[in-house]
């Protein structure tokens, strides 16, 4: 079965603190997917990575950077020099080659006070 | 370009009545899905679409929930006789495709506010 956990249910930091949500997963299935997904206070989902299994080279998108960790089944989010515009809901989300579900972890609120 | 929409954004209904909740995916993407956010929680999937087949209906709470897309574009999510859990946030996404081992990456609606009284 595949499941994916964020521990952090809710993280606060000050602004320009860097931080790191903590993505694991687990799957059987040697070909696989792992998404990070931004829900701001406005409700609306906005998709900011795809990962294939085969690729863990690390990312970085300009304050963003993503961690890619077989070997630890991890796949984590950082933010750097963080702002208030990054508070919100940050969820992690696994799809193996085989099914077409995307399976979603329960979220990490996070909150960057000014 | 017009991203996923979603009608209506906010419902209120009395317990007992039926419910119907529309998603307008974005042009050209085959893939369509519905998840249910409740207050504070992630999202649970209920049923996706590859054009207008449903290979997935597990995720259904209930015989009460059903959901059509026709001409592989609009999608309706109909929830008969509800119930108070079901109050919830409803949400639409789409992709280019799904399976066939790969991933697309999906674009959400805003959702629709579902509130059983």
């Known amino acids: 079965a595949q499941k994916v956990t964020q521990a952090q249910t809710e993280i606060s930091v000050v602004e320009k603190e860097d931080v790191t949500l903590d993505c694991v997963y687990e799957?059987?299935?040697?070909?696989?997917?792992l998404f990070w997904y931004k829900q701001p206070p406005s409700g609306e989902l906005v998709f900011l990575i795809r990962?294939?299994?085969?690729?863990?080279q690390n990312e970085i998108s300009g304050r963003y950077s993503w961690n890619f960790q077989k070997s630890t089944s991890s796949f984590n989010f950082t933010i750097t020099a963080s702002q208030v515009v990054d508070s919100a809901v940050y969820f992690c989300?696994?799809?193996?080659?085989?099914?077409?579900?995307?399976?979603f972890g329960k979220g990490t609120r996070l909150h960057i006070l000014p | 370009g017009a991203g996923v929409s979603q009608s209506p954004s906010n419902k209120v209904t009395e317990k007992g009545k039926d419910v119907e909740l529309r998603c307008d995916p974005i042009?050209?993407?085959?893939?369509l899905y519905w998840y249910r956010q409740s207050l504070g929680q992630g999202l649970e999937f209920l049923i996706y679409?590859?054009?207008?087949?449903?290979?997935?209906k597990s995720g259904l709470p209930s015989d009460r929930f059903s959901a059509e897309r026709t001409g592989g574009s609009v999608s309706t999510l109909t929830i008969q006789r509800t119930q108070q859990e079901d109050s919830a946030v409803y949400l639409c996404?789409?992709?280019?495709?799904?399976?066939?081992?790969?991933?697309?990456?999906?674009?959400f609606g805003p959702g629709t506010r579902l509130t059983v009284t």
């Open positions: 042009s050209g993407h085959t893939a």
């Open positions: 989300a696994l799809s193996v080659g085989r099914d077409d579900k995307i399976i």
């Open positions: 799957t059987r299935d040697t070909t696989y997917y």
């Open positions: 996404a789409s992709s280019l495709a799904m399976g066939g081992g790969f991933a697309y990456e999906q674009y």
């Open positions: 679409f590859q054009g207008n087949s449903a290979p997935d």
């Open positions: 990962r294939n299994s085969f690729d863990e």
